[in-house]
């Protein structure tokens, strides 16, 4: 069966956004490149590392029968005569960019010598999101796929630089071309030929300016295209004059913008026909693919000591070489597998929410995954992740934790690789304190722990969010949540993989999981399994929690750019969920004594939290227990509803249950709907009408301090919010990105709800925390559905009208009235 390539085209016509920033070739932290001009032509500016520097890669066009030379991406046309007795550099019409979750699509339409003909030209980008081959998702490379239809002939170049392998563009770099006869060993099939860029002196494991200072980029293409290395002018001019290359590779090795070495081919599409008095449109196409190979990724202070930790592909493939030819034949089914899951995510937030939703998934998506690095072996995969743009820490706990659900619903086996090393390293005793660890280092990519114990100070924070995500993990192995895509199969024209023969009991023979892997299957006993051998730093974290959450002292949260603060009502939330939760981790492990023992901790401690936290007329959380006349975004409360624990008691005891089966029956009469759930309802009820109320132009504030917010939490709030208030907000945030202009970088987390929406410093910008966009598709599936289910009561009425100023006002009054009268921490 032919690969149709119009299809990869259309794939992602569907999205209506139009975000300032869209991603091109996004893998992991350093193969890294974005559309930086999104809303503009594509040729007004270069695209862009993910920290806004340039990256050295363009694309032109050129229509020999017309004398026209057409920049496509990039700005070649810098480098080029723009009037020559061969040519003229033209524009065309640019048709503008649409996107799904692995694919951005750039669709131009190039004229002919005759004004009724053009050809339609896409640059089609895929960075496959494949949930059901963890191999697949590890290889560091993406594809290019130029797509042209009509019925003149044009010559298509691209070219990169030096810029993909270091950040300081001083630096000297080194090139070749590989191009095997015969082919890779086994290799059957087509043949290809690969640009080879190093630096000179490679740096191992280090950075400059974010970008990586060691590895190999492999620029590959059809062995039948042109190719060429030198000088970046002379190069582009010759293909302006001529439409081709010449074949010819500079042996002379210089600085990155010395003579700006480019390593380019280029691709002739004979398109048009030999009939007579009209057009006939013909089709054709090529791929490129672009992949940084490195080894060793990163550092890790595991079990066993510092250890380099080579890449999760080098257990499949014995060389770069044999990846790069098995990723290039491998377009089809990465192709397949990653509409296949394109398709499942627009289709499950488009019911979920709305079209702006289904486009904000699918725009973070490739950015979660952009900060991750595949490790370990097949049988010990390990996700690391960096915190990008904030500071660089290394498998930050509170940046996993907004980022999780997206992998609760994209593939929560991936949850389970990135909490494994923050685990290891607990349980062999490198850090001291008794609470979590806040990273593994203090700058990707090396783990070298924190055995001072003297990491970003932020304990109950990090102790709950790794109580709550261990919980969550184990619910979903225990009730088996995974959807259809995690298990796609690959499809038939899939070259099988020679090594994967050594591992097929967790992987079939073309690379595709097979959901056996060790420690992490499905059902009840795998969650067991999975806790039991960090129990110990469960109850350790606990007992930190049962001591320090109910009234926090002066810390921060993970909001830390808001500065610390006592007595926190979202942060103690956050505390006593993650007790409740332990309840829940003892139980099921079999530890009956210590799950009743948090249980009624946990319970004693929600109860006075409501008493600590809530305004004394009911209508909103406080930011801190003494800050009257002040409110919150209580995003923590996501938790309550995602761990089950605001399912009534009967129809928690039915998880186990068929999908399908009508979990809320008929309720008896005089049925309290509290019974056996931990946040009560009116809660819940309280902070969706607040927020209704307190709604801005782009976002609902983070809390009363500011009129800035976090994405993340917007979404994690909604998620537990009534449908009229969640699609309000969705609303307002679409707008927001529709609108900014001050956030040129990819999508920020952080931004202003007022004024131009821009970055109210400090900057955040591509980081993975987007995920948290994924926490109402996570609750869908949270306890066979009933998550949802339970919060229907919110629906039953419109929001409630509140007068904020004098809701704030009261509350502040009765503040100074309590303040005045007794010493409020004794009365605790």
Known sequence: MRFDFLALAALASASTLTPPVLPLIVRNPYLSTWLGNARSAPWEDWPMFYTGAHVGFSVMASVPSAGKVYPLLGRPQDSIAHSHRSYNVSYPDYLGAVFDASTTNLTYLIPGSSGDQSVRLTLSFLSPITPSSTLRQSIPASYLTVITEGCFDVDVYSDVNGEWVSGNRANDIKWELHNPKPKVKGDSGPAIKTWKVTRSTEQILTEFGDRSEWGTLHFSAPSDVHHESGTSGLIRQYFAEKGSLKNQVDSAFRGIMQDEPVFAFAKSFKLSGKTKGGCTKKEDSVVFTFALVQDPVVQFASARGLTFMKPFWASYFESPEELISYHYQDFETAAYLARNYSDSLARDAYESGSQDYQDIAALSARQVLGATQFSGTPDNPIIFLKEISSNGNFQTVDVIFPAFPFFLYTNPRWLAYLLEPLLEHQLSGQYPNDYSMHDLGYHFPNATGHGDGNDEYMPVEECGNMLIMGLALANSLKYDTEPAFVSAAALDCAKPIAAASKWLQVVDKHGIDVGREVGVTTGPKAAEKWLSRSYKLWKQWTGYLVAESLIPHNQLCTDDFAGWLAN????????????????????????????????????????????????RDQTHAKLAYTWYGSWTTIYNLYADSL???????????????????????????????????FVPDKVYQMQSDWYHAVLQRYGLPLDSRHLYTKSDWEFFAAAVASKKTRTEMLGVIATWVNETIITDRPLTDLYDTEGTGGFPGPDFFARPVVGG????????????????????????????????????????LHGKKMMGGSNWDNDL
């Open 568 to 615: 926190q009502t979202n942060l103690a939330l956050k505390g006593i969920i993650g007790i409740k939760a332990m309840s829940e981790i003892a139980d099921i492990v079999g530890e009956k004594k210590d799950a009743q023992e948090y249980k009624d901790i946990a319970k004693s401690y929600i109860d006075k939290w409501q008493e600590y936290g809530i305004s």
């Open 643 to 677: 761990l089950c624990f605001h399912v009534p008691d009967k129809a928690a005891a039915d998880t186990t249950g068929q999908k399908g089966t009508n979990w809320f029956g008929q309720k008896p009469i005089g049925d309290k709907s509290d019974e056996g759930i």
């Open 773 to 812: 966009h994924f926490a109402f598709l996570a609750l869908e599936r949270a306890c066979g559905g009933k998550a949802v289910e339970s919060l229907r009561f919110l629906d039953e009425k419109p929001p409630a009208e509140i007068n904020v100023e004098q809701a704030l006002l009261e509350d502040s």
